[in-house]
């Protein structure tokens, strides 16, 4: 008896995979630059990435990778991506992840994975880590893709995640499976689609604007406080307006300076302690009531201060004391609004208030401006740092990267900027290992020269990325200042073992080899004028430099300019440490931005 059979289906010749349809996700939302350190099960990603037109980005380390990433969320407003492999390499990683929402920057981290029965299971997988779990904490949002179907989908879903309300870090598990399964390409290209205004507008009720100008009009003293979260949201114009509308002093936090030039007339930096005293209003915009403006609290600030809180997260209202007048909206919806009240119902600070703030501003920088001038040798963090100004003062389009302590705190008094979302550095987080990683993501992300800010100890935690600086030819001219330690280089250690303090480091290390060893030019400065000399010659020949100088041992302070966020020991030689050599800079307003 003959027997029939039933054929399969014809198998599709016209299939992809998901590293195609991820890669094609992500062009399809104008997604074009990716940085990662790559590996199982992730290789091909990168590669399918670079030959389909995205420009991918090698780093040394993942955290830098994330970090460049995040970088280029903030200055864009779009999503920076960067890519992992698992389990170790997804753990370094995650931190970036977290500083990005801290920051509030959009930011996507996508990493392989083992298979989800293999996880779940707990079988021993190769670099076996439940990933999504692991992630969920650090980030705004996370997700897994099972399904290669699904994976347009998720790549949607983590755009609008990282950018709308408060912006933040966005992970995607990618288990390797999921990304060799396969699909009919015309079914896969059908799944595509671009997220529709990925961050809406929030327009705050009209009353809710009437009553924060009401709060302004019954000012003496109004100040205005530019926050990162204004200079992100690129509403340069709308900021402007407003501030010389009202005429009243500004201060900007450190990722802020620039949405007006440093020298504009109603900056009162330089006058910051008396300013935030004696101000008896206070505008926030974009800036929030954490340890950098000590929570709005406490002897810095007017006992009697009304604050006008102006943010796109409503938990971040009444979070460290009472706010007045609470408005929550875009700045850029928010300010424009302030901007038509203000057109209709003028309202101008007394001038003799800000001519105050000019009078205290022009005492202090006679009091201090002679150090960042002068021509001691060894070299100090302001005379070094005065001399990289003289660099930055005739090149306003150059990006400033920065990291440290001594070499943060001074640089951001020290040195002007003059156009907005030019500064990086350490953030809502204060952390080391994110000045390289910020210059190569501003860098590959707008062309523009940068230079890259360090002290010696920070540079120790991202330093092996001058190779790739070198490897894609970049603009970036780093600067280590190097005086021997962490803080400073003379601390002695208290036991009798023989050792380095722990705060020890080499003096007089000659870091500009590591650049030269990669093909970049490398200089030792022990002059200003050596430095200015240079970092300028870095800056105008747009290529790999690195310019290390030698600073005094004995200059900076421990721990900066935030000495007092250290518990201090009862007993023993470190009682009173260094608390007097704060004094003055505490008293002077030369707080943490």
């Not at 609008?160 to 896969?188: E, F, K, M, N």
Request: with cysteine; glycine share 10%; net charge negative.
């Amino acid at each position: 008896m003959a027997t029939t059979s039933t054929a399969a289906p014809a198998a599709s010749t016209n299939l992809t995979d998901g590293f195609h349809v991820l890669v094609q996700s992500l062009l399809k939302n104008d997604l074009n630059r990716m940085y990662g350190v790559i590996g199982i099960p992730v290789t091909d990603v990168a590669r399918i990435a670079q030959a389909k037109g995205i420009r991918y980005i090698g780093m040394r380390h993942e955290a830098d990778a994330g970090n460049a990433a995040a970088a280029e969320g903030f200055i864009t407003g779009k999503p920076g991506l960067y890519l992992t492999v698992s389990a170790p390499g997804f753990l370094n990683g995650i931190v970036p992840l977290k500083e990005a929402t801290e920051n509030g920057w959009p930011v996507i981290m996508m990493a392989g994975s083992s298979s989800r029965e293999l996880i779940d299971l707990g079988e021993g997988d190769y670099e076996g880590l439940d990933q999504l779990n692991y992630a969920k904490p650090f980030a705004k949002a996370a997700y897994r893709v099972d399904k290669v179907e699904d994976i347009p989908l998720v790549v949607a879903r983590a755009i609008r995640a990282a950018c709308s309300g408060r912006p933040g870090g966005v992970y995607i598990d990618l288990p390797g499976d999921t990304l060799g399964q396969t699909i009919d390409a015309t079914v896969a290209e059908g799944l595509l689609y671009k997220v529709n205004d990925p961050a809406p507008a929030q327009i705050p009720a009209q009353h809710v604007v009437d009553e924060a100008m009401a709060v302004l009009a019954s000012a003496k003293k109004p100040l205005i406080y530019l926050g990162k979260g204004a200079a992100y949201a690129q509403c340069d114009d709308e900021v402007r307006q407003f501030v010389e509308a009202t005429g009243a002093p500004y201060l900007a936090m450190s990722m802020a300076k620039g949405l007006l030039p440093d020298d504009h007339p109603q900056n009162a930096a330089s006058a910051r302690g008396m300013t935030m005293r004696e101000a008896d209003v206070v505008v926030l915009l974009g800036a929030r009531l954490n340890w950098m403006l000590n929570f709005g609290k406490g002897k810095h600030w007017n006992e009697n201060v009304k604050f006008i809180q102006v943010d796109i997260d409503p938990t971040e209202i009444d979070n460290s004391r009472y706010i007045a007048a609470p408005v929550v909206g875009d700045l850029k919806s928010t300010v424009g609004l302030f901007n038509d009240y203000l057109a209709a119902h003028p309202f101008k600070a007394d001038p003799a208030w800000l001519e105050a703030i000019q009078a205290d501003s022009a005492k202090n920088n006679a009091r201090f401006g002679g150090a960042e001038t002068a021509d001691t040798v060894p070299m100090n963090h302001y005379n070094a740092l005065g001399a990289i100004k003289k660099v930055t003062d005739a090149n306003h389009d150059v990006y400033i990267a920065n990291e440290g302590a001594n070499a943060l705190d001074d640089c951001r008094d020290i040195i002007d900027m003059y156009l907005p979302r030019h500064r990086l550095d350490c953030g809502t987080w204060g952390v080391m290992g994110v000045g390289l990683p910020y210059a190569i993501g501003a860098a590959v992300t707008t062309g523009k020269p940068v230079i890259s800010i360090h002290g010696d100890s920070a540079f120790g935690f991202d330093g092996m990325e001058v190779e790739t600086i070198c490897r894609y030819h970049l603009p970036v001219t780093v600067v280590v200042l190097n005086n021997g330690g962490i803080y400073r280089g003379d601390f002695k250690n208290l036991g009798d073992d023989g050792d380095p303090s722990p705060l020890t480091l080499a003096a007089c290390a000659h870091y500009e080899k590591l650049m030269e060893a990669f093909g970049g030019t490398g200089y030792y400065a022990t002059t200003p004028a050596e430095v200015e000399q240079y970092v300028a010659e870095g800056v105008a020949s747009r290529k790999p430099t690195l310019v290390c100088c030698e600073l005094s041992i004995h200059a900076g302070k421990e721990s900066g300019h935030i000495t007092y966020l250290n518990p201090q020991p009862v007993t023993g030689p470190l009682v009173g440490n260094e608390q007097e050599d704060l004094a003055e800079h505490r008293e002077n307003g030369k707080l943490v931005d």
